[in-house]
């Protein structure tokens, strides 16, 4: 007796150089270069189309399978039944067209019950089709379908029919197949039974008609969803009458969604889950991290099945919205459960091209707006309005009789980005989008501009009071929310006094520019000023007259701050308290919680330490500007 692992090619095949030949024992046969069946094979689907060439190659398949099983009987004494079922692969990979793993065998020799799972590897078939026509959206491997069934056929006596459920020749990691007898399949072999049976011309002519017409029946309803979508896109008609239009018509649950897979507009029923962490999962099954990369980085359409664990069990035939090869949302098609037909795939493809549209005229609209908005502000700050402008921000429906603050954000690129104006041109315009959006989520609009490194924005004072947070505070946090995304540049904020009329906005914007300035001369890690905080020390301050500014400052407390780190005193915290209490001793000790007669000692030993004498109005003055320049610069730290 024999076994598959005691096989070999010299076994199986016979060559003859001298006389041209290549026998199967005692039948011949002939070596093909595998571009050469795949010319064959993509002529027969020029010729005949892709469903006859498919019923031609299947059959073509089951007659070699048949042929295959006859001879391998005739030449190999197998132990048993099961190592011949299992010779037929070993036989193929052998021969160049396939490699198989038999993932489940179950065969029962008394009933001639079976049931296989096997993947195929490197697959001609697949390799061709792909070479040929490109990804098909369903299994291709006719011939070595055909062949699989026809060799277990001939081996049991009874009809077993493989089906192929994953294929590379449709964007899979590998291909995939079921058999089983034909009764054991039930209504889900019914499609593929077709392709089994001999025809004439007659029929084959018939079903060719048949599937013309239903080709034009899905052209027809595919072109009467495509006017609609077309009338209400021109119509002015937003994504929610796209959703509608596709749910009704085709009687499904449509969603359409920004790039982070947070839902626009949904139509029919669905349900709740998270997609965009199902797509940043790291540890999927190969076929699922296949289909994620086709939509993600391909931008293709694709028919995916969602996991349960990522909400609910369901399937998404999911189509990218792309705008110059930039994905702006998705547009999906949702059901429990079942395939979709090109019908489908036609009609999300062509509501992806309206949605894009729709979203492109939408951004258009509102980069114009906003450069419009842009320039009317940058006149406003250089003080150059009249009042032709004052109307045309009115009718833009903005009001500029309210209070405003001037936002001033100064972006710094890191090192790697210098020089590449195109890329700081798309971080400012994000970053005008994240504030824009902000903003508007409080119930107002702001006027915002964009120049060198610089995002201007006239700010609302009935914004930061919805808010309720302080002018500073509410920077701050508008400022982190943008540097956590923006990480590679160094952003800082500048925030004028409350610009109470128009007239006043031009000396707002030079506040801002001085507090951005004063941001780029402090040694702190402060990253946002309010101008209306700096009181006089603002006024005065500027690169020019920093150095000079320092001095009279170190003269004065130098002293003072080395004593504190000798002796572990807190005399500048004391002077910080005294001198922003007006000189109240009284306030100063409730505010560092400390006797009186200890601030008299530490006054007293500031005084001896700086020679300052606090009752005289000019020492009082030149003291206050000294704290003040410490603080600014960061150089006076306590808690």
């Known amino acids: 007796m024999i076994t598959n692992s005691q096989m070999n090619i010299e076994d199986i095949i016979k060559f003859y150089p001298e006389s041209g030949r290549i026998h199967l024992n005692n039948k011949r046969m002939i070596l093909m270069e595998a571009d ?36 391998l009987k005739e030449m190999f004494p197998f132990d048993s039944e099961s190592e011949w079922l299992s010779a037929g692969g070993y036989v193929h990979g052998m021969t160049g067209y396939v490699s198989v793993e038999v993932k489940e065998l179950i065969f029962d020799p008394a009933t001639k019950g079976y049931y296989s799972e096997c993947y195929w590897y490197d697959s001609v078939e697949a390799e061709q089709h792909v070479q040929n026509f490109g990804y098909h959206h369903e299994p291709v491997c006719f011939n070595l379908v055909g062949t699989a069934g026809g060799y277990v056929s001939a081996q049991l006596g009874r009809k077993i029919i493989f089906k192929e459920i994953e294929c590379v020749g449709k964007g899979d990691l590998r291909c995939r197949l079921i058999g089983k007898p034909i009764e054991d399949w039930g209504a889900d072999i019914d499609t593929e039974l077709q392709y089994y049976e001999e025809e004439n011309l007659a029929q084959e002519l018939d079903r060719a008609f048949l599937r013309i017409e239903k080709q034009k029946e899905i052209f027809k309803r595919a ?5 609609k979508l077309s009338k209400v896109l021109l119509a002015g008609g937003g994504l929610e009458s796209v959703v509608k239009i596709l749910g009704e018509e085709l009687n499904h649950t449509v969603i359409i969604e920004d790039k982070n897979f947070n839902i626009l507009e949904s139509y029919g029923r669905y349900k709740k889950h998270n997609l965009l962490e199902l797509i940043k999962f790291p540890n999927h099954e190969p076929t699922l991290r296949k289909q994620i990369n086709q939509v993600i980085n391909e931008k293709r359409t694709v028919h995916m099945t969602v996991p349960e664990q990522f909400g609910w069990l369901h399937e998404r035939l999911i189509s990218p919205i792309i705008i110059k090869n930039e994905i702006l949302g998705y547009i999906s098609f949702l059901k429990e459960a079942g395939r979709y037909d090109e019908m489908e795939y036609i009609s999300l493809e062509r509501a992806s091209t309206i949605c894009a549209i729709y979203l492109l005229n939408e951004r258009t609209a509102i980069e114009m707006i906003q450069q419009i908005k842009g320039e009317f502000l940058n006149e406003l ?14 009718i833009l429906g903005y009001n500029l009789k309210q209070e405003h603050y001037v936002f001033l954000f100064h972006l710094e690129t890191a090192a790697e980005y210098k020089g590449n104006e195109e890329h700081l041109i798309k971080v400012k315009k994000q970053i005008s989008e994240m504030i824009d959006h902000h903003v508007k989520s409080l119930g107002q609009p702001c006027l915002m501009s964009t120049k060198l490194n610089q995002i201007v924005i006239l700010m609302p004072h009935e914004i930061i009071k919805r808010s309720k947070l302080e002018v500073n505070e509410f920077g701050q946090t508008l400022l982190n929310g943008i540097t956590n995304k923006y990480r590679n540049f160094n952003i800082m904020l500048g925030i004028s006094s409350i610009c109470k009329q128009i ?17 780029k001369l402090k040694r702190s890690p402060l990253r946002v000023i309010y101008f209306g905080e700096l009181g006089f020390i603002g006024k005065i301050f500027c690169s020019e007259n920093l150095a000079d500014l320092e001095n009279h400052a170190c003269e004065l407390l130098n002293e003072i701050k080395a004593y504190d780190e000798q002796y572990n ?5 004391t002077l910080y308290y005294f001198i922003e209490n007006q000189g109240n001793m009284q306030k100063t000790s409730r505010d560092l919680n400390i006797s009186m007669g200890a601030i008299r000692y530490r006054m007293k030993r500031i005084q001896e330490l700086s020679n300052l004498d606090f009752t005289n109005s000019q020492d009082f003055f030149d003291a206050h500007l000294a704290v003040q320049v410490y603080s600014f610069l960061g150089m006076m730290k306590f808690n």
């Open 503 to 519: 007239k006043t906005l031009k000396k707002g914007f030079e506040e801002a520019e001085k507090a951005i300035e004063i941001l």
């Open 569 to 573: 005193s807190e005399l500048l915290k």
């Open 36 to 71: 050469a069946y795949g010319t064959l094979r993509r002529d027969l689907i020029a010729s005949l189309g892709i469903d006859r060439a498919k019923g031609f190659l299947l059959r073509h398949g089951w007659s070699y399978g048949i042929n295959v099983a006859k001879h």
């Open 223 to 227: 072109l009467k969803i495509n006017e």
């Open 381 to 394: 700050i250089r003080g150059s309005y009249n009042e032709e402008i004052m109307y045309r921000i009115q």
